[in-house]
DNA sequence: ATCATGGAGTTAAACGTTTAACTCCTATCG
DNA sequence: CGATAGGAGTTAAACGTTTAACTCCATGAT
């Protein structure tokens, strides 16, 4: 592939000359110019990104640390943040640290290396060893979806909190009192956060919800169809009338369990799911969730690493972006 | 971040000795080697791929170009490619085309300048413009699920022709004969193929399909919504008892429409979709399609394309990876 | 004693850019 | 007409590695 000293011999100038007229940096002839653009058209020369990384010590290239960009939700996440990078002629490098903590960090060492100049990350615990790591290192970078309490950094957030409440407040509007949640891992925020909406709804309520109605799942469909089968298998007397999952996929996986035990949502047991990915309308019965503004993460989060690359001294901010209820036919 | 040059001074040493240590290249007094390490540690050292890139002409990274990676098959695709780039320690760069021509050839463009070691690519169209640039520029690569013909060079596809096949044959053997099909874009080879496959098991049945009972869709929820409603609206006498989407996400919106119109699945009308994504099974009621095994091929294409990056010479390698019906509740 | 041999370190060039500093020339002004 | 400023080109250093070629020294063979 030709290099600049090549176009500069075609085009009878010096290699800075060439440099100057790709990159437009100083006035060069008219006359000069036409001929270092021909001399590059002729030999097909594309500037080499590798060495320019080198010498301006920016690559141009930003990092994204997902659990699992198979995901639907990260999936939606990375690709919102690769649309912000490659509108801001950033590329993207993808990693998934499937929610492994030894993977992330070594992932995280492998982007300091490739001296990314930023770094997006949806952490895969709540207290990251190698957090100090990520601090130390002086790279730019921005939080997404789970918070990392204590850390001074940009991150972009989903109101998680409003969420959990907006929903737990709907199933309680249509009448129900029995009211079971499905949550996902605890340690982590978002989580965490919906059961806390789910709870203050009910406490507002007057309810105080036993454990039996609160199940661990692990944000997997799976994990969703078991956590159905166990509330349906509770006595009559405390089986709940109405599940808020705390994700679509095991509000989907809840949804098959009651199918198969023979019962119809929403009129035998309610459900209300979380993220509104793309299938959620199209299961049946369409399910009611609360939406989260997941491309919208992704490309804010994007944005505001992109701004912090620029302007380094900036405080850091915290974006909590709204959720809304989207009312379907599953509650 | 510290260099080679300050790992040198503090353990004593030239620079090539400590390069020498760290790649493992050369023999070194261990009482040195010993040393080196020492100041890396203490340092905090980071080796420079970027430079390391520049030096050795390989830079270890990849370029993988998708339509839209928020779409589940890419998405399943992309990771398994990101899987096997991880476990050869080569690095991804993630592009969305949008399924638009020229946005894909200035991905390529842009990958080309930052000298990956490779490119994986999911073309946007049949045939695209740009597909000399790629082959005379040199770098390795492998198409993936969308065929270019006329074009040698590795390939991983699924066996989209017997998938077709497959479906038509179940709903045929389950008695239907007014079969529809909801084709996806017609240039492109999996919907061609599959199209291909539904037409060649309709004929050895003796039945010439209507143009009617063909509908184009987008590969998109909606258009599968859609087209269904068209074939809804049908004269009872021409209207399918049975549909058999070119995939998933245009089936599950075909289960919208038919809810919609009050009808059930199975009972009145059966529906075979293609793909497998994970929601498949999730659905009401449970979809019967046919896999593709969509992890595997990411994860092939990748080992494909760095087997080629390491040997050039090896003749290039057409992979037709075998599909399977999953029977389910909805045929 | 001489000399090839090989081990283990160093020197320096190269990878392909960017960019500060320099040169040379022409135009302008007092 | 001499001084000077500014325009437009060139030179060369730097970015941080890798690696071929070199040096130096101890060892062992002759």
Known sequence: MATLREVARRAGVSIATVSYVLNGTRRVRPEVEARVWEAVAALGYRPNRVARGLRRRRTHVLGLIVPDSANPFFAEVARG??????????????????GDPLKEQRYLEVLLEQRVDGIALVSASAAPLHLSTLQASGVPFVVVDRDLPGLEADCVLADNLQGGYLATRHLLERGHRRIACITGPSDLTPSADRVRGYRQAMAE???????LWIRRGDFRAESGYQAARFFLSLPPGLRPTAIFACNDLMAIGAL????????????DIALVGFDDITLAAYVIPPLTTVAQPT?????????????????????????????????????
């Open 81 to 98: 943040l690769e649309d912000a990078s490659f509108a801001a002629e950033y590329r993207l490098i993808l990693c998934n640290s499937d």
């Open 205 to 211: 309520a007057g309810i105080e919800p036993p454990d």
């Open 256 to 267: 098959r369990a009651i199918g198969e035990a023979g019962l119809a949502v929403p009129r």
């Open 295 to 331: 491309y919208e993460m992704g490309r804010l989060a994007g944005e505001l690493l992109i701004q912090r690359i620029q302007e380094r001294g900036r405080p850091p901010a915290r974006h909590l972006l709204p959720v809304r209820l989207v009312v379907r036919q599953s509650a």
